[in-house]
Structures are given as structure tokens and as C-alpha cells.
Nanobody, 117 residues
């Protein structure tokens, strides 16, 4: 079973930027893109941003205009700037794509981001 490995996060000052990374074995060879999800402390996990295999991006209204992606082989990094308390929570990634190598990936542990002064 392939699992994503999320990393980064930690404590971020309000108005600063968060950076979270996700590594999935075979992400590039399977031509996967990646979805990111955010789960606030007392809320459900919700989709927040997408990077497709051809480099297109999309984001939830809550992060539109203040996010970007970086990709290096099997690792995708999401950066969100001008963060506020609403960005606090756990961030999860999930590969997307047509191949089984993209779809048959379970949820990872996520990585915690806390926005606080």
C-alpha cells in the first residue's frame, strides 16, 4: 500500500506563509497530479487546492490568489501566504490521475499547521 508522506507545517505567524510538502512514490512515473485538503481543528476535511499532471492549478475560494505549487519528481509543495487563523489545521494530500498508481493511494497522516502569534 502506497501512502503519501506529508511534511512541513508547524507554527506560522499571522500574515506569514505556510509550506507543506507531500511525497508519493511513483507520482511522476504514474503521471499523477495532486489534491490538497485542509481539516480545521473542529471541522471536516475539505479540498483546498489542486495541481494537475500538466501543471494546471486550481484552488478553493479561501486560498484563491494566495497559493502556489512547486514540484520536484515525486514531491509536491503547497505554499499559502497571507495566512490567518482560518488556515490552522491539518493538511493532507491525495494523488489524482487515471492510473491505478494515482488512485490506489490511501490517506497519509497529514501535517499540522498552526497560525498563531
Amino acid at each position: 500500500q502506497v501512502l503519501p508522506v506529508e511534511s512541513g507545517g508547524g507554527l506560522v505567524q499571522p500574515g506569514g506563509s505556510l509550506s507543506v510538502s507531500c511525497t508519493v512514490d511513483g507520482l511522476t512515473s504514474n503521471r499523477c497530479g495532486m489534491d490538497w485538503y485542509h481539516q480545521p481543528p473542529r471541522g471536516p476535511r475539505e479540498w483546498v487546492a489542486r495541481l494537475t499532471s500538466d501543471g494546471s492549478t486550481d484552488g478553493h475560494a479561501s486560498v484563491k490568489g494566495r497559493f502556489t505549487f512547486a514540484r520536484d519528481t515525486d514531491t509536491v509543495t503547497l505554499r499559502v501566504w497571507s495566512v490567518g487563523s482560518e488556515d490552522t489545521g491539518k493538511y493532507f494530500c491525495k494523488p489524482i490521475g487515471r492510473s491505478a498508481g494515482c488512485r490506489d493511494v490511501d490517506w497519509g497522516q497529514g501535517t499540522q499547521v498552526t497560525v498563531s502569534s
